[in-house]
């Protein structure tokens, strides 16, 4: 089992910065791709930004250039670093993990956080 806790989430005007951490914890061999995404209550979840264990990312076309991905793979964490925020940016952000899990047999499960609320005002 992969336990997921973001922090970093709060209130920032328009044009201001936020950035938000998620640890992983708990029983795993390995984490593949970790991330965020963002759900607005009565819409889907929604890719916001994520990075492979290699380093490799992929962003949402709606932030980028305003937003950095980033994780470290001995802590098991990952940041999302939002600048340049948006009142469209408004919503609750979660974290995300596909974790390499398995006793006689290894399979990937994807975790998720519990969400942060971000919220830019105009």
């Known amino acids: 089992q992969v336990r997921l806790v973001e922090s970093g989430g709060g209130l920032v005007q328009a044009g201001g910065s936020l950035r938000l951490s998620c640890a992983a914890s708990?029983?795993?061999?390995?984490?593949?791709?970790m991330g965020w995404y963002r759900q607005t209550p009565g819409k889907q979840r929604e890719l916001v930004a994520t990075i492979t264990s290699s380093g490799r990312t992929n962003y949402a076309d709606s932030v980028k250039g305003r937003f950095t991905v980033s994780r470290d793979n001995a802590k098991n964490t990952v940041d999302l670093q939002m600048s340049s925020l948006k009142p469209e940016d408004t919503t609750i952000y979660y974290c995300?993990?596909?974790?390499?899990?398995?006793?006689?047999?290894?399979?990937?499960?994807?975790?998720w956080g519990r969400g942060t609320q971000v919220t830019v005002s105009s």
């Open positions: 995300t993990a596909r974790a390499v899990v398995g006793h006689t047999s290894e399979y990937e499960v994807d975790y």
């Open positions: 708990g029983t795993f061999f390995s984490i593949n791709t």
